[in-house]
């Protein structure tokens, strides 16, 4: 494959004539905060970056990028783990930001629905709901930073899947800007639509590949007027898995999160924060987060009391929180655990799905596999039982050298990988592939699968301009054919 030639200032001042004055920066200061992701780890040069301000922009970018064959990645907030929207180093990829594309365009409360624009934040549009005495159930801690464009290019999951299903469940409508400059307008609010192919669907999870999304209407649903959060204190894993099949009967779908954290995650919290104390009597295995809501008049209260009052030994300890404050503060736990883990430094991210019922199995192989191959390293364990999805994360020990720690997140993942594989599970449940894990799981996907992947982008991208290089290996470029 040719490489393509550094874009000439001719070619930069044709693609700036398609935009309004000021909208494509080019100088590398200007550029810096679009060129790595929140993790760190992942670092890219754009060609330019292009800020559309609405979706005509967007086409009439994309239209002469198809033409130029100018290489296109979209972004949203680079709050994604998989270096799908940071550009590909040697400077040939444009980077299309929708940050400025941020607005709430409506919300109708009878409908329980919303649309709203690909860079808005998260955070933004659920509390623009909550004015409406709505929720958008989409949460997880990037909220106040992630944009709504990147959760439905990664299908984007969280703390309130298990009630509430991933951004693909919520997702009623998208606005689409094809590869060629075509608006696709598929910005329906309706519940039920049966006519034909569910075209929506092709682009939700398809990082960016397939289409630029532009805006995207969600389900809505009434506010909760009571939230009930309690941690408890377990043996085990496999005890957390009892209590967590109790809990599904006993508080039915007022369930809306069930997290996971051994005590080395609990541990790492409360030395990154003295301020914090351990949060029950004394140390435990294991940890469960749970948080249950409702609206009306139900009692929910009394029925998580009665549930956690009727677990007998399961629970060891716990602590139910009396306050929205103190609820608050139970969360913050995990969330710091999430922050500071790598205490600054690299780490080895997994996000891994395996059937509900084999959770604990999976963890107890895999803890066991990496202490036997790997002592020198600490795994931290700790995610969604609900959807079956765990982050096993492995830090190596302080002083490591970087080829000493490629070494090991090499060695590390392909333990997890291949047990996560014996379980029949996932080695992406909400990250994504981008192109940390593009080898991966192309080393696992069966060759229909492939040749479906490759056919749906060769007729969304025949040029492939879009995203190139993320879950599929790259196509030749532009004048390589």
């Known amino acids: 494959m040719n490489a393509l030639p550094p874009p000439s200032k001719k070619s930069l001042a044709a693609l700036a004539s398609t935009m309004p004055e000021g909208t494509l920066l080019t100088a590398d200061a200007d550029m810096e905060r679009y060129c790595k992701d929140w993790s760190g780890d992942h670092f890219g040069t754009p060609m330019a970056v292009a800020r559309p301000q609405n979706t005509t922009e967007v086409s009439s970018l994309l239209r002469y990028c198809h033409e130029a064959g100018i290489p296109v990645v979209p972004q949203g907030g680079l709050t994604g783990l998989v270096g799908a929207a940071v550009a590909a180093p040697g400077g040939k990829e444009l980077v299309v930001s929708l940050e400025r594309m941020n607005k709430v365009r409506s919300i109708n409360p009878i409908d329980f629905a919303m649309v709203v624009e690909a860079g808005c934040i998260l955070e933004d549009a659920k509390r623009a709901a909550e004015a409406s005495d709505c929720i958008l159930p989409i949460t997880f801690g990037a909220q106040g930073s992630c944009r709504i464009g990147g959760n439905v290019a990664t299908n984007a999951g969280g703390f309130n899947v298990l009630r509430y299903g991933m951004t693909r469940d919520l997702v009623l409508g998208l606005e689409v800007v094809l590869s060629d400059g075509r608006i696709w307008n598929g910005l329906k609010t309706l519940r039920k639509d049966n006519r034909g192919y569910d075209i929506k669907q092709m682009f939700i999870g398809s990082e960016g590949t397939l289409g630029i999304v532009t805006a995207a209407s969600f389900k809505l649903f009434p506010k909760p007027t009571q939230v009930e ?253």
């Open 229 to 481: 959060t309690a941690l408890v204190g377990l043996r085990s894993v496999e005890d957390a898995m009892t209590l967590y099949a109790k809990a599904r009967r006993e508080c039915s779908d007022l369930l809306t999160a069930f997290e996971l954290i051994l005590r080395v995650g609990i541990d790492i919290a409360l030395k990154a924060r003295p301020d914090f104390i351990d949060p029950l009597s004394e140390p435990y295995p294991v940890y469960v987060l749970i948080e249950a809501s409702a609206g009306g008049r139900i009692d929910l209260a009394a029925i998580l009391q009665d549930f956690l009052g009727d677990a007998g030994d399961l629970v060891q300890d716990g602590v139910l929180a009396t306050s929205r404050a103190q609820a608050e503060r139970l969360w913050l736990l995990r969330e710091t655990l999430v922050e500071s883990q790598g205490n600054g430094g690299r780490y080895l991210r997994t996000d891994v799905s395996v059937p509900i019922s084999k959770l604990a199995d999976f963890v107890a192989d895999t803890l066991e596999a990496l202490s036997e191959h790997h002592p020198e390293a600490l795994a931290v364990t700790y995610g969604h039982v609900g959807d079956g999805n765990l982050h096993l994360n492995v830090i190596p020990p302080k002083g490591s050298t970087p080829d000493a720690m490629e070494l090991l997140f090499h060695q590390t993942e392909e333990i997890i990988f291949d047990i996560v594989d014996r379980y029949g599970g996932s080695i992406s449940a909400e990250h994504g592939i981008g192109r940390v894990k593009q080898q991966a799981y192309l080393d696992r996907i069966d060759e229909v699968t492939l040749d479906i992947a490759s056919r749906l982008k060769d007729a969304f991208d025949p040029k492939h301009i879009l995203s190139d290089g993320r879950i599929l290996r790259p196509a030749a470029l532009p004048g390589d054919r």
